[in-house]
């Protein structure tokens, strides 16, 4: 049993892998243009899965490959479920809340997202309260390093770009409202069995 729950995590990371390896390969067609935000709309999701270069998308995908397996307990359908909700959620808040943000391409916004969706919903298991608490205290610190002391060169050296610190904090915004949602209908599917 625990080879299959392992060999479907593997296979899922890979294929989100391979996706994010194609993209690449489509780099002009899939980043986040702002002038091409209503007539190309695919892009407030590609944009999250193209890099800028191969750097850039090794990063990310280092830290995309930890989460499922940093958080085992993590369901895959809701993972996936977050893959699809979360980068047109930061697409939308650029256009409309960050309108200086013209180009955009990379998956940290989502990444941020994600780690505290699933750190919020490790609360809600006692073995691994204190991990996710360690860990949303972790991303909330280097959110509030970020934005005092914006502090990016080394990484925006190897990239070759700047660091969108925006991005972080709109996925970390989102990913705490999703979590929100979806625990209170678990909450509410919960209490409507009962009766």
Known sequence: MVNHILMKRLLFVACCM???ALLQLLQAESVYWRWAFWSEPWRWWSAHWVHVNWIHYFLNIFAFICLPFIFPRLRLSVLAA????????VSISFYYYFPEVEVYAGLSGVLHGLYIAAALDALTIASERRFALLLLAVVGLKLFWENIFAAHDQIATMIGSPVLIEAHLLGAWWGVICTALWLGYRQYQRHHALE
């Open 18 to 20: 391979v996706i994010s």
């Open 82 to 89: 977050l893959l699809l909700v979360l980068p047109p959620l």
